[in-house]
């Protein structure tokens, strides 16, 4: 097949539609989805896809769910070739079994005058299953000559305002492009156990080996970050991590490499020199040699300024060379370099055209560029760190203006990740009073927030102080990562110092929190309050908290037909409203889990296989292999132990894939109980050994199953079994009402002997 050439080399040039095609490997998707996994908004993302769908390269299709059409989009092809004929450049694209494609997600510096360091380039071509760290004073060139020698790593900076989460989620999406998808896959899921993380990343890069290049690592923050680079080193056998920093990590000595980074021999520097000026006389060379002891950056600067008075250098060269420099820029210039200056982060062109404006911001630009003052970074620019500081301390400069704009310019871009900059950008400006639509906004367009990353956003909330809204934005954190407790103080603190949408999200939440702390009396009340705002507010976001929380507390109460109807009433306002497309495939979840609880099998097929219709469709993998473990379950009690070990295998192998071994061992019990149910002893073996690996090396309860369900097997065998039974009666001590479970689940296929006494 031929297509129109220039549109489809423009189209694989853009990284973004990169990453669609690649996502797309692994399956059918929703946009919406689509853009949740690539920060980016549902919009930028339907365009895109509608682009590559006109070149050939994806195909959309409408499918029916329920009482609408849904559009999801898919791979259409695998290959893509260019062909060099006489008199023009064919591309062609077909179906191939193997299809690749380079993805950096970073750019990689550029690196026009690297010169020298043999030595250490040698190193690093050959520390293959090693973390390399290469450490220096500012300027004298580690991430040049880390972008010389992996010109196509994942290349990661830090700034100081990211967090391990978010780093994880954008590894897992250049993973994911490589053929990797588990790590992607357990993040999607909500997984957060920083073992089973390291674990993943770590064969992540050894599979595909990848080169890993962190960057300014001294500016992290975050010390999970720090432990998974200790963690790596030592384990690592293909893939390669390379750190830059300005100081020494202590990440151990085994599988690490430490780099001193010096400045350049004499020969080194005088190459340098003579790509800057290209004739340069030895003599003063010499003389900007001995000032500057071989160091890059001073060495650039240097012959870039008027080189007059050297002598002055000695004392303090950077402070002398752009006091010099400072002195010759146009006063356009010096606004530029002034704000660019106040951002820590490098910045965008067309970041930077609206926060200067006029129209001479390009050739202003490229004058800086030129000079050796800013630098570019794919399609970001900005200053040296060392730059930066001095210009701090030479001029004052009115940031909160700039730092509103750039917020305002970063909310229209409608990315989570772009969300939390700008908000961290007004707290920065002191605009507290934007706080309150700031939340507003996260919970109209980022849900899911709190959730992906939340030590991020608490970092940022914390800098708010004593703000309802976004002490009340600390409560949900609290409430998504377990600390039922604190999450209730909190929300209880802000509940009468907050109002409109944000108010009920908060009482909702503190329905859900007592539900938890078994407080049913203080769950009706705040379910009531709840009930109060929605009727008020007439919000479909709030009406669908209610039914939430209510469906919620009739299941707790064992008011089945009540959690039913509720559940329905759940699934009407997600459907009538467009709500998200994950919040339906748990609904329809729910719902056949009451019906599973009604004593009604039958019935909770019908909804967990329309649930599954749902997840397969939005692309919701998680949800799609959590669907497959209930309809395992359900097809066991109802003695379809054929189809219970059929959609048990996708459950037990995607979650073990994955890591998620709660969900795994959940899905492992109950293909276990049906080889039982069976008679295929030898393959119940095999599911009660993984439950027992899995139960050492988590200490997750229900993984002690495994004990129990080995001495059936082994009974099975017509062999004693009674030993396993023992071990496992001795490791739920801690957990009667469990061992109780396994038992009575198990004696639907298989009865004990009488002498060993289970009841």
């Given at each position: ?291 500057t002891r071989g160091h890059p950056l001073a060495l650039i600067l240097l012959l870039e300024s008027s080189g007059e008075s050297l002598e002055e250098a000695k004392e303090n060269i950077f402070e002398f060379l752009f006091t010099e420099i400072y002195r010759s820029l146009t006063e356009e210039e010096k606004r ?50 060392m730059l930066r500081g001095f210009l701090r301390e030479k001029e004052t400069f009115e940031s909160r203006t700039y730092y509103l704009e750039y917020a ?352």
């Amino acid at each position: 097949m031929c297509v129109n050439t220039l549109a489809l080399l423009k189209a694989l040039s853009n990284e973004t539609n990169l990453q669609i095609l690649s996502l797309l490997r692994s399956g059918s998707f929703h946009p919406r989805e689509l853009a949740r996994l690539l920060q980016r908004s549902e919009s930028d993302v339907s365009r895109r896809l509608k682009k590559l769908e006109k070149l050939g390269l994806v195909e959309g299709r409408w499918i029916r769910l329920g009482d609408r059409n849904v559009r999801i989009y898919s791979l259409k092809v695998n290959e893509v070739k260019v062909n060099f004929l006489p008199g023009e450049v064919q591309v062609g694209i077909k179906e191939a079994e193997s299809y690749r494609l380079p993805i950096t997600f970073e750019d990689v510096p550029k690196t026009s005058f690297f010169v020298g360091r043999h030595d250490e380039v040698e190193i690093l071509k050959n520390a293959k299953g090693k973390v390399v760290v290469v450490y220096g004073i500012a300027g004298i060139g580690k991430t040049s000559l880390l972008a010389r020698v992996f010109p196509e790593a994942f290349w990661y900076s830090m700034n100081g305002s990211e967090s391990f989460e978010y780093f994880a989620w954008q590894l897992s999406l250049y993973l994911n492009s490589l053929g990797y998808r588990a790590l992607m896959e357990y993040l999607r899921g909500g997984g957060k156990e920083e073992k089973e993380l390291f674990e993943l990343i770590l064969e992540g890069i050894d599979e595909t080996e990848s080169v890993i290049v962190i960057d300014d690592l001294h500016k992290c923050q975050d010390e999970t970050l720090m432990r998974m680079l200790s963690y790596l080193a030592g384990r690592l056998k293909k893939g390669t991590i390379a750190v830059a920093s300005r100081v020494k990590p202590l990440l151990g000595i085994e599988g690490v490499i430490y780099i001193n980074l010096s400045g350049l021999e004499p020969g080194e520097a005088y190459e340098l020199a003579k790509k800057i000026k290209k004739r340069i006389p030895v003599d003063k060379f010499a003389k900007i040699y001995r000032i500057t002891r071989g160091h890059p950056l001073a060495l650039i600067l240097l012959l870039e300024s008027s080189g007059e008075s050297l002598e002055e250098a000695k004392e303090n060269i950077f402070e002398f060379l752009f006091t010099e420099i400072y002195r010759s820029l146009t006063e356009e210039e010096k606004r530029m370099l002034l704000m660019l200056s106040i951002f820590e982060e490098p910045l965008e062109y067309e970041a930077i055209k609206t926060l200067y404006g006029g129209r001479k911001t390009f050739f202003i630009l490229h004058s800086l560029l030129r000079k050796g003052l800013v630098e570019r970074r794919g399609s970001q620019y900005f200053i040296h760190d060392m730059l930066r500081g001095f210009l701090r301390e030479k001029e004052t400069f009115e940031s909160r203006t700039y730092y509103l704009e750039y917020a305002e310019y970063l909310i229209q871009k409608n990315t989570p990740r772009d969300f939390l900059k700008a908000f961290e950008y007004i707290l920065k400006a002191g605009a507290t009073e934007k706080i309150r639509e700031l939340v507003e906004l996260r919970i109209r367009r980022f849900k899911h927030l709190p959730g992906d990353f939340p030590k991020t956003y608490r970092r940022i909330l914390s800098q708010a102080g004593d703000n309802p809204y976004a002490r009340g934005e600390l409560g949900i954190i609290y409430f998504n990562t377990g600390f039922f407790q604190k999450a209730r103080d909190i929300l209880l603190e802000v509940e009468d110092k907050i109002e409109g949408l944000f108010k009920a999200e908060v009482v909702s939440t503190l329905a859900d929190v007592f539900l938890v702390l078994e407080n049913l009396e203080m769950a009706e009340r705040y379910l009531q309050k709840t009930k109060e705002l929605a009727e008020e507010l007439q919000d479909p976001e709030v009406w669908l908290w209610y039914y939430m929380e209510k469906t919620k507390y009739e299941y707790y109460r064992r008011n089945l037909e009540e959690a039913l109807k509720s559940a329905f009433k759940e699934l009407e306002v997600a459907r009538e409203h467009g709500r998200s497309p994950e919040d339906e495939g748990l609904v329809l979840l729910h719902i056949g889990d009451i019906y599973l609880d009604l004593e009604q099998p039958e019935e909770g097929i019908k909804y967990y296989e329309e649930g599954l219709r749902v997840a397969k469709a939005y692309g919701l993998t998680f949800i799609e292999h959590v669907t497959y473990m209930e309809l395992s379950k359900t097809h066991y009690i109802l003695g379809n132990y054929r189809k219970a070990v059929s959609y048990g295998n996708r459950a037990v192998e995607y979650f073990l894939r994955i890591k998620n071994y709660r969900r795994a061992v959940d899905a492992l019990a109950y293909r276990c109980v049906s080889w039982i149910g069976l008679g295929e002893a030898e393959r119940a073996e095999e599911d009660a050994r993984e439950l027992i690996r899995i139960a050492h090396s988590t200490g997750y309860p229900l993984a002690w199953a495994g004990y129990i369900f080995m001495g059936a097997a082994k009974f099975l065998k017509g062999e004693d079994g009674s030993s396993y039974v023992e071990k496992g009666r001795k490791h739920f001590q801690d957990y009667p009402w469990l061992f109780e479970a396994v038992i009575q689940e198990l004696e639907r296929v298989f009865e004990f002997p009488k002498e060993l006494k289970l009841k």
